[in-house]
């Protein structure tokens, strides 16, 4: 009798996991990790929807391989270790095929050594300093030459004030202090004195921007200034706020951001701000087919999933752009390798083609792992967009390596297999 039971429990058993195998081999699930709460918020949570809307688009046409992809959204809630956490839960419980996520460098240097360990993939659509190179990552954002470079170029020629004194303003965490290291190197390389640098940080959601400010206007009183912002999260809006209280117009001291956007300006009075400058690959502003189009696609979905503020007044950016292509190019090059098995989507992301809402073809480079991107520099409207007063003559291969570092001449363009 025992017996009986047992062969019946353990057949039964076998049927139901046979049944959820098969009914989990139904989808594709894709890990999706954003900050949905804490600083990063103000940033992140739109990534997020971008990917839904790009899920929804691709199942809508039938999904990948004939299968339905199946977000799987988890809230790091910008705490860093926590982002390595919920990486170990998506690739080891979850069985995501691929994660796309993260903004800040110290969450993906948080996740890094995860996806290494587990061979996941994982897709990163921010701005970032360089200096690392993963077989398991695809970096979507742009390298310190694809951004921070040209828009110091254009800040010391004539058309952008040339400035001769600089501020190197930013949070304090890995992206600021390593991209301003090579912003100096930089400068110093341009006949810049040490002197006429100025380097500042402020922790995450730091919010009284005051004595900062006025320090800035002091410094600006030394001859022409620039101030390079890598302020990150939603510690911009009392920064912009406070730039506006002190009347600091961009004919005395223009300001240049790496993570302001569109959506950061959100819930700043830009009228003050006017001129004021954001150094990035994309901008909603852009006219073209493929913006519209994704404009248009961005505001029939935030209206139809009721996003809190997107529903009200749509706006793109530049992470959502390369979160986007990032997704549409993993779709590809899974269908290109007939499998999700991430060795092999690896090796059919090389030269993977998509055309942007920037407007250029967008090319993942053969061997590094980066986009080939355009770089655009925009000045703030009184509406809180962007108007285009630069941009790069074409797309321009990333550096992951900064030549500005010493020792990264020995580095490979290349990640290494392992």
Not at 107 to 127: A, D, H, I, M, T
Not at 283 to 308: C, G, H, M, V
Request: with cysteine; charged share 20%.
């Amino acid at each position: 009798m025992n017996r009986r039971v047992s062969l019946t429990t353990l057949a039964v058993s076998l049927a139901l996991g046979l049944s959820t195998t098969a009914q989990a081999a139904d989808t594709i699930k894709v890990g999706v990790l954003h900050s949905l709460s804490g600083t990063m918020a103000i940033s992140e949570t739109v990534l997020k929807d971008t990917v839904l809307m790009a899920i929804d688009e691709i199942n809508a046409k039938g999904g990948v391989l004939g299968k339905k992809l199946e977000p799987v959204v988890v809230d790091p809630a910008s705490d860093w270790p926590l982002f390595a956490e919920r990486t170990r839960q998506l690739l080891s419980k979850d069985k995501v095929a691929v994660i796309f996520g993260c903004w800040t460098s110290v969450s993906r240097k948080s996740v890094l050594p995860v996806v290494e360990e587990l061979n996941g993939l994982l897709f990163y659509p921010v701005q970032y300093e360089g200096e690392e190179l993963s077989k398991n990552v695809f970096y979507t954002g742009a390298a310190p030459n694809q951004q921070a470079i040209p828009a110091v170029d254009y800040l010391m020629s004539k058309d952008g004030g040339a400035a001769k004194r600089w501020v190197l303003l930013g949070t304090d965490y890995v992206y600021p202090r390593t991209t301003n290291k090579i912003l100096r190197a930089y400068l110093k390389a341009k006949g810049v004195k040490d002197g006429d640098i100025n380097e500042k940080y402020t922790p995450f959601g730091h919010s009284d921007y005051q004595t900062i400010v006025a320090d800035i206007q002091k410094f600006s009183q030394g001859g022409k200034t620039a101030v390079v912002s890598t302020i990150n999260g939603d510690s911009n809006v009392p920064f912009y706020k406070e730039l506006g209280n002190a009347g600091i117009k961009a004919r005395d001291a223009p300001v240049v951001a790496f993570s302001v956007g569109e959506e950061e300006l959100r819930g700043v009075d830009t009228k003050p701000l006017v001129g004021h400058l954001a150094a990035w690959n994309y901008f909603q502003s852009i006219k073209n087919p493929e913006n519209q189009a994704f404009i248009q696609k961005w505001s029939a979905y935030a209206k139809a999933k009721n996003i809190p503020g997107h529903k009200e007044k749509p706006l793109t950016n530049d992470p959502m752009e390369a979160t986007y292509i990032g997704v549409n190019m993993w779709k590809q090059a899974v269908e290109k390798a007939k499998t999700t098995n991430v060795d092999q989507v690896i090796a059919a992301m090389a030269g993977q083609t998509f055309q942007a809402p920037s407007g250029i073809t967008s090319q993942m480079d053969a061997k590094n792992h980066h986009l080939h991107k355009s770089v655009f520099i925009g000045e703030i409207k009184a509406d809180g967009q962007f108007n285009v007063v630069w941009k790069s003559k074409g797309p321009i291969k990333a550096q992951p390596w900064s030549p500005l570092i010493a020792g990264n001449d020995k580095k490979k363009d290349e990640p290494e297999k392992k």
